[in-house]
């Protein structure tokens, strides 16, 4: 059933001829079939004929032929005479041909009193089967008409008749969902029909009925759980309605149970698989499951990893594995039948007992595990090996010490057959695992280095050389991976060639000792036959040559500019005909120019006005504009950037907003402003600072004002100050607007030519420690840990209050500290009593500051936290326990 | 269509093809275009490619037809479950979703393989089925009616396609 053979099959071509020789439709055409239904016409009914004719137009429509609307009405009104025939078998592929042909609603009327006269009949099967081509042909009008015999049908002793009767419901609920509400007492009715299937679709409809009624459901779910019903498929229906009931009702918390687990305990202990799974699934999918509860679910889904059924295994392991993804402790009985089913046939349930054996894995046993993967491997589709990396990936952040052994197998599939996908997924694994764990980064590079050697797709080469320049000059022995650079320079496409040029500049910008080799290789680079390999070459050999030769730094810092402004001073020099050189200050110039014009900041970089939310987008456009400022160069490099607060009420004249922006000895404040008021101009804006709180810590440097404070955009105002070093970076600051408001003339347009001063109050800044410390996510924490000295370390203990979980309790501290969680520490399992999480990150001037943070509940959810902390200097431990005790 | 993919879900397709990969018997219970429906064709070929080959996991003899729950292949994609397995030379795929699981679709086509046998006297080739074909498409019909499974009962399937329930036989 490949694509070609479906598209084959469908034309019915000459290629379907090939073994289709003992086909009764072999050489069928449409047009003679067509031809031959005129049949239907005749006075004198050929009923077996007319069976074999209908029987091919039944294959022509399986095979992808569409009947043309004048094609289909004319088979339809000679389908019509075939009613006057008695002869039950024509009659049965004359309700499945007027299904398949799906007359239109002005056609239907023909047929209708026929398929009405049938639904009254005395034979069982033509009211089954008429009941079902009305309701499915039938429009909200007609279904008025017919309601009474259906409701009849709906209660008929006959199961095939009450079965017909209640699936059509089924389709009926979306022409007319009022019609088939008033059957509910028939529906109930036919619940406690013996027949098994009519008991399923009877509760089906009546769920659907009762769905937006939740009182109903619960009397539903309630009354049904106490009688188990026969039908298996019904059990399992009342068991997914249970679990919605579950869902929306809350737990005992006197008692801590939950409602009709009980009953969900019942089924697993049911005779039928399908329901033991299905009561399985329901269980591992409550929210916040215990431990206690899982037990069960679990032992019955590990009896069905052994079962001889696939379907059985499949459905089990897919339940496991889900499981694993939260509760990887409750399942550890599980792991040797998971493992016997790594050689499963079904490639599907061999994958998915990898990846949950990846997940519940101990350290222990991966050795054992990756050998039973690396034979797997081979025998798998792109798709499952895919799934089977990204596991690995986690199982390697999880265990890093694991790193060697996962590498070399991360290694030995890079090297094997694959598709983009595959070898994407590999090469974003170890890109991930080698900036995650400082110890596999040289092991990293290496395999990099020569997978890049014969690498077919150009976006991994690129991405892998980028990875080479950024992080091999810091390795051991960087002058090993020159060679691997240097042979993508000779032997690759223009694009992999370009990339090389980059990474061997990073080496010799970065290395005094390569960099005379990298010039000579670089020089080379100059006679390449494509432009931008030129190009670069060219200009990093010229930066190169600038860098004093005892010096080492990256090449790429001097490069980073704003765009829209390098673009634009980049125009403007090309329209300039002058012989001068290209002044890169002059970017500066421009952006500066920008932010105190705000009009030719839309109308030339053509940037929408800005939204005042803090956003992501909104604090790298910020960034941006401080980094482009020539004032706050000599600061160096942006530490921490804080999300933007509004300093104004919403719906008030004027806009104001404020970014922190955190510097190694400065603080700059970055106010973002707009006027919403159109007959006034607002000139020489500045934003007055004075502290409050912390005149010792912040001594004002510099307040760069905004020229005009624009209409329905934002310009921007500066106030830097300087930080005295190993004071409690603390301070609250009074700000207010100043300004030179000017009327502007209705008459002409035009502003007044004198305006008065003006100022407005903005809302207090605080300035935290906070803002002075960032986040460092760490794979090996207790390793930095040991390292940092024990007699900076610094314990206390606080009392949280009473919290609903230690989640929300832990949410708030890190919220407090602003710092990263280490080692999937974050995660609290659920109903947890005490928990400990690993919090990392750097103080300015690039000091670490790690926490251990131990929280634990009491029994009125009281929460006790103790608190470890240990930096490079004393001082940066003791602010830590200031911000958590203060907050 | 939220409330039956969240609560019953649906049986989105049943497929019958040749060996060859010949497509006998096709039904789609949802209105897809076709090249949706040429998409989950090669889904099913892909998934089921290594099961089906030569003593491929989901291959039955044709006198295994009543072992179809215990030899099927199972494969997921997103939230839909794929069931196939081949009889004789003869293959089965159905697609499905909610309710319409692993479990719903292995006894839909352990019925359709059932109803089967019993209509070619237990012969699994493609010329019986050929033979059989209005009768197959009434089977059909008869275990899945837009998209629900209406009887999982073979008996009264071969019975009803020949319009003959056991009372009136």
Redesign the interface.
């Known amino acids: 059933?490949?694509?070609?053979?479906?598209?084959?099959?469908?034309k019915r071509d000459e290629e379907?001829e090939?073994?289709?020789d003992?086909?009764?439709?072999w050489g069928i055409e449409k047009g003679a079939v067509l031809q031959e239904a005129r049949c239907f016409n005749e006075s004198q009914l050929d009923a077996r004929r007319c069976?074999?004719v209908?029987?091919k137009l039944?294959?022509l429509s399986?095979?992808?032929d569409s009947f043309t609307r004048v094609e289909a009405t004319e088979v339809f009104f000679s389908v019509t005479k075939l009613f006057q025939s008695n002869d039950?078998?024509l009659?049965?592929?004359v309700y499945?041909i007027i299904?398949e042909i799906c007359p239109s609603a002005d056609e239907v009327i023909i047929v209708t009193s026929s398929l009405m006269k049938d639904m009254n009949s005395k034979?069982?099967?033509y009211r089954s089967n008429a009941i079902?081509v009305l309701c499915?042909i039938t429009d909200a009008g007609l279904l008025g008409q017919i309601e009474r015999y259906l409701k009849q049908a709906v209660v008929d002793k006959?199961a095939?008749v009450s079965?017909?009767a209640l699936?059509?419901g089924?389709?009926l609920l979306q022409v007319n969902s009022e019609i088939v509400k008033r059957w509910s007492s028939e529906v109930q009715e036919a619940m406690s029909s013996k027949n098994p299937?009519v008991q399923y679709?009877a509760l089906?409809l009546l769920?659907?009925i009762k769905?937006n009624d939740r009182l109903a459901v619960s009397k539903l779910v309630t009354q049904l759980s106490r009688s188990p019903l026969r039908s298996s498929?019904a059990q399992?229906?009342v068991i997914?309605?249970v679990a919605?009931v579950i869902k929306d009702t809350k737990v005992d918390e006197v008692t801590g149970e939950r409602p009709f687990f009980d009953f969900l305990e019942s089924c697993l202990r049911h005779k039928s698989?399908?329901v033991i799974?299905e009561a399985a699934r329901v269980i591992i999918e409550l929210n916040e499951v215990t431990t206690r509860e899982l037990q069960p679910a679990v032992t019955v889904l590990q009896l069905f990893l052994s079962s001889?059924?696939?379907?059985?295994r499949?459905?089990a392991i897919?339940a496991l594995n889900k499981v694993a993804m939260n509760n990887p402790s409750s399942m550890t009985n599980c792991n040797i039948d998971m493992e016997s089913m790594i050689s499963d046939?079904?490639?599907?349930i061999a994958t998915l007992a990898i990846t949950t054996l990846l997940k519940t894995g101990k350290e222990s046993s991966i050795d054992r595990l990756m050998k039973q993967i690396s034979t797997f491997m081979s025998d798998i589709?792109d798709e499952f090996k895919v799934v089977v990396v990204e596991a690995i990936q986690e199982l390697c952040l999880k265990f890093p010490h694991k790193h060697r052994i996962l590498m070399n197998f991360l290694s030995n599939v890079l090297r094997e057959e694959g598709g983009f996908e595959y070898k994407k997924t590999i090469v974003d694994c170890i890109l991930c695992l080698v900036k995650s764990i400082p110890d596999a980064t040289e092991a990293g590079l290496t395999h990099l280095s020569e997978f890049i050697e014969d690498c077919e797709f150009t976006y991994l080469s690129s991405q892998v050389l980028h990875l080479l320049g950024e992080l091999g000059p810091s390795t051991a022995d960087p002058g090993k991976y020159i060679r691997y650079i240097y042979n993508r320079v000779i032997l690759e496409n223009a694009t992999i060639r370009a990339s090389a040029v980059c990474a061997l500049a990073n080496f010799g910008s970065c290395s005094v000792a390569l960099r005379d080799r990298v010039l000579t290789l670089l020089q080379r680079c100059l006679y390449d036959n494509d432009d931008e390999v030129r190009d670069r070459a060219a200009f990093f050999l010229s930066v190169l040559r600038t860098i004093p030769e005892t010096d080492s730094e990256c090449v790429e810092d001097p490069l980073i500019y704003p765009l829209a402004p390098l673009e634009a001073s980049l125009r403007q020099y090309l329209e300039n005909t002058g012989d001068s050189a290209f002044d890169l200050a002059v970017i500066n110039q421009i952006h500066n120019n920008i932010a105190s014009h705000p009009d030719m900041h839309a109308s030339s970089f053509d940037c929408p006005s800005m939204n005042i939310s803090s956003t992501k987008n909104d604090l790298r456009e910020s960034e941006n504009i401080i980094t482009s400022r020539g004032e706050f160069m000599s600061y160096g490099p942006i530490f921490k950037s804080c999300h933007a607060v509004d300093l104004t009420e919403a719906e008030t004249e004027y806009k104001v907003t404020c970014t922190k922006h955190t510097f190694k000895e400065h603080i700059v404040f970055h106010f973002m402003c707009s006027n919403t008021i159109e007959d006034q101009i607002l000139e020489n804006v500045s934003v007055v600072m004075d502290a409050i709180e912390g005149v010792e810590v912040f001594a004002k440097v510099s307040t760069i004002p905004l020229g005009t404070m624009p209409l329905g955009h934002f310009g921007s105002t500066f106030v830097s100050y300087k930080r005295a070093q190993g004071l409690h970076p603390v301070a609250k600051m009074a700000c207010t607007l100043k300004f030179t408001s000017k009327e502007i003339d209705p008459s002409s347009g035009e502003p007044e030519s004198e305006g008065y001063e003006d100022e407005y109050t903005l809302e207090d800044i605080d300035v935290t420690v906070t803002d002075f410390l960032t986040g460092n996510p760490l794979s090996a924490f207790r390793k930095v840990w040991d390292t940092l000295p024990i007699e900076n370390e610094k314990v206390g203990d606080y009392s949280l209050g009473t919290r609903e979980s230690l989640g929300e309790a832990l949410e708030a501290v890190v919220g407090i500290l602003g710092m990263a969680a280490c080692e999937g520490s974050e995660v609290i399992a659920p109903h947890a009593r005490s928990h400990t999480t690993l919090l990392s990150g750097f103080f300015v001037g690039g000091h670490s500051v790690l926490v251990q943070l131990n929280l634990g509940m009491g029994p009125s959810n009281s929460v006790a936290m103790k608190l470890i902390v240990r930096a490079e200097k004393p001082y940066i431990a003791d602010m830590i326990h200031t911000l958590v005790s203060e907050a | 269509r939220v409330y039956e993919a969240r609560m019953s879900g649906r049986v989105l397709s049943v497929t019958v093809a040749s060996a060859s990969g010949h497509v006998i018997v096709e039904r789609f219970y949802e209105r897809l275009p076709e090249t949706t429906q040429m998409l989950w064709r090669r889904r099913l070929h892909e998934a089921s490619e290594a099961s089906l080959g030569e003593r491929g996991s989901a291959m039955l003899d044709a006198s295994d037809f009543a072992r179809v729950e215990e030899g099927c292949g199972v494969a997921r994609h997103g939230e839909d479950c794929m069931v196939w397995c081949g009889v004789g030379d003869v293959r089965f795929y159905a697609v499905g979703s909610g309710q319409y699981d692993e479990f719903g679709l292995a006894e839909v086509l352990q019925t359709l393989v059932t109803a089967i046998a019993a209509m070619t006297k237990k012969r699994f080739d493609e010329s019986k089925v050929f033979e059989h074909y209005g009768m197959i498409c009434l089977a059909l019909d008869d275990i899945v009616v837009d998209g629900h499974v209406e009887s999982v009962s073979w008996d009264q399937i071969r019975r009803t396609a020949k319009m003959k329930l056991a009372a009136e036989t």
């Open positions: 059933m490949t694509d070609g053979h479906a598209e084959s099959s469908k379907s090939e073994g289709l003992f086909s009764p439709f069976q074999q209908i029987t039944l294959y399986n095979q992808g039950s078998n009659r049965r592929m499945l299904k034979i069982d099967l079902r499915n006959n095939t079965s017909a699936v059509s089924h389709h299937l679709h089906g769920h659907r769905q498929l399992c229906l997914r309605y919605q698989e399908t799974f001889s059924k696939p379907i059985l499949f459905a897919r046939q079904n490639r599907s589709q």
